[in-house]
């Protein structure tokens, strides 16, 4: 928002529909709140006014799934081709954005390499499928260069999932304020 704001201002809001722990498909009961398929018309497309959607889910799709029951690549892939026509239906611009690491979670069951290789498929879709209007490469920005399934430890918030300030801060200027234009 900083960034726009200085680029434009008193020309650009960022709404923020974030909720920890959702997912794109499954829900389940306690703080995590209905998938994105199933609030995306609520906390989105109801808004008037906006022009633009960055969309970063899927992750907890795959890590919060037991093991051997976590969404495929495939199931990931359409339900954010959902996303993007019903977007699209709207006149709205969106912009996919990669999922980022998460190996060395301190949360327990959440990492296993069959996770990873569903990551791995689903940030590539998003960066070669030419689905979305534009990419955010969020993993490139927080990945550790020498351990690529890994964040940063400087990105790193603690549990090796969440980003920490700095993470955050590498995410915003991961991205191309010219997409916004």
């Known amino acids: 928002a900083r960034r726009l704001e200085n680029e434009s201002p008193g020309r650009s809001a960022v709404l923020d529909a974030a909720i920890a722990g959702n997912r794109l498909l499954a829900e389940q009961s306690g703080p995590f709140g209905i998938n994105a398929l199933a609030r995306f018309d609520r906390d989105i497309l109801a808004h008037p006014g906006l022009s633009y959607v960055i969309v970063m889910e899927g992750i907890n799709d795959i890590g919060m799934a037991p093991a051997g029951q976590a969404p495929t690549p495939a199931d990931l892939i359409l339900a954010h081709q959902q996303l993007i026509e019903r977007a699209h239906e709207h006149g ?90």
């Open 92 to 181: 709205l611009k969106i912009f996919g954005a990669t999922l980022t690491p998460f190996e060395g979670t301190t949360i327990q069951g959440y990492f296993s390499a069959e996770k990873e290789v569903k990551r791995k498929a689903v940030n590539e879709w998003i960066r070669t499928g030419n689905a979305f209007d534009g990419v955010i490469d969020f993993e490139k920005a927080v990945r550790d260069p020498q351990h690529p399934d890994r964040m940063l430890p400087v990105n790193d918030g603690g549990d090796h999932l969440h980003p920490g300030d700095a993470g955050y801060k590498a995410m915003a200027e991961a991205i191309d304020l010219s997409l916004f234009k």
